[in-house]
């Protein structure tokens, strides 16, 4: 629970200092001009922010009550997900008499990181409708990194536990591993998505206006943005690829080394682990991209902010394919209530949809053996029509987007 608090400090840090409008809000952070000194006891969590009282005048009324919770929510939950993980490892000492003592902090440590980053973007995303690319950027490739070295970080998978047998999940989980999983080309497909995961996630315009050619000449001039035939040839270039680009493009080509590495120098529990990530990732990735584009073409708006599908890569970098799906569908039940009473008390049928995809993932790990035992049977049958039934499902909600918005225009205008 300490541990908790202090990590609930670099949460609030990072609402204010990662959102596009920064606050210089912090017992960490320098002095308002107004005030010459602070108690020593404000850089102390959670006590801090209530030392912090009387700087109403500077930082706005009531200012200091959220980031005060915040640190005292982190602090319980801290404690909670050592109970839970406490439990996790009980059972599996029971299935496994040579498991790992250190499988309590395996379990916890990659889960709380993901909780803390998710903590940051649900709050900016509240504030600003966005999501910073350094919190989704950074958290996808710690997750990648985590599974390599610690492949007893992914879920278990909880059926074959209650059989003894302790199984962490995988791509193909509840069944075997793939038979090619560890060949060259599982390197190559990896490789290949990890470069898309890059592309996706550079800022970048994409439009159709003028033509695909166009369209895609526009995308590649917006990512490396290039010198203007304008200027003259002493003038100095002022539009540069953003610096964020330049650390996925770089993060990207360091990823291939990486990948390359584990596939060819580790061993077979760490090579399996990371292509479950990797492969984690782009499911997140694709799925909820796939909603933004079907639902902006079919109700000719945006559907989904971009924020939303690098946030959903980096939870499937952490939990898998298998937890990121079932994440997505029980996201909106986390949002209904939320929105219901938004739309009628503030009239506005826009929500922030980010905070409920990361309720959502943290609900599927605190209750993943309840989650596991209703879907093991349908995926230890059905594993391979996923992406068709998924497929099928975004068909059909592009279809009621469409018909909804003819009724809207034609009807209930």
């Not at 809000?25 to 102390?44: F, K, V, Y």
């Not at 990896?190 to 003028?210: D, E, N, V």
């Not at 584990?262 to 984690?280: C, H, P, T, V, Y």
Request: proline letters at 4%.
């Amino acid at each position: 629970m300490i541990i908790g608090s202090v990590v609930g400090m670099f949460v609030n840090w990072g609402i204010y200092n990662l959102a596009w409008n920064k606050r210089r809000i912090s017992p960490w952070g320098p002095l308002p001009e107004e005030i010459s000194h602070r108690s020593w006891s404000t850089r102390l969590p959670i006590v801090g922010w209530l030392r912090m009282k009387p700087e109403t005048r500077q930082h706005g009324y009531l200012f200091w009550v959220r980031p005060f919770w915040i640190e005292v929510g982190m602090a319980l939950f801290f404690g909670y997900t050592y109970s839970h993980f406490s439990n996790v490892a009980y059972l599996a000492s029971q299935a496994d008499a040579d498991f790992s003592p250190f499988l309590l902090w395996r379990q916890a440590i990659p889960f709380l990181c993901m909780t803390t980053l998710l903590c940051i973007a649900t709050f900016v995303d509240f504030d600003e409708r966005m999501i910073p690319d350094e919190v989704t950027v950074f958290g996808t490739l710690l997750a990648l990194v985590l599974s390599a070295f610690l492949p007893e970080s992914r879920l278990l998978d909880t059926e074959a536990l209650l059989n003894g047998e302790l199984i962490h999940l995988h791509a193909y989980s509840p069944k075997v591993w793939f038979e090619w999983g560890n060949e060259s080309r599982a390197l190559l497909y990896s490789m290949g998505l990890l470069g898309f995961w890059g592309i996706a996630s550079m800022p970048k315009l994409c439009t159709l206006r003028f033509g695909l050619q166009r369209g895609l000449q526009l995308m590649l001039a917006s990512v490396i943005r290039p010198r203007r035939h304008s200027l003259s040839s002493g003038e100095k270039r002022k539009r540069k690829p953003f610096t964020v680009t330049t650390l996925i493009a770089v993060s990207c080509m360091l990823g291939w080394v990486f990948l390359y590495a584990i596939w060819a120098w580790g061993d077979a529990r760490q090579w399996e682990s990371l292509f479950s990530s990797i492969l984690g990732m782009t499911g997140g990735l694709v799925l909820v991209w796939g909603v933004r584009i079907i639902g902006s073409v079919a109700a000719q708006q945006e559907a989904m902010g971009f924020g939303d599908v690098t946030l959903m890569a980096m939870i499937g970098a952490f939990l898998g394919w298998q937890a990121v799906i079932i994440t997505f569908f029980i996201a909106p039940f986390a949002g209904i209530v939320i929105g219901i009473i938004q739309a009628i008390v503030r009239k506005e049928n826009e929500l922030a949809f980010g905070p409920y995809l990361s309720l959502g993932a943290i609900i599927i790990v605190l209750f993943w053996e309840t989650v596991w035992g209703r879907i093991y049977g349908v995926l230890n049958e059905q594993i391979d029509s996923v992406p068709f039934v998924l497929m099928l499902l975004l068909s059909a909600m592009g279809g009621m987007l469409f018909v909804w918005r003819i009724i809207k225009e034609k009807i209930l205008a």
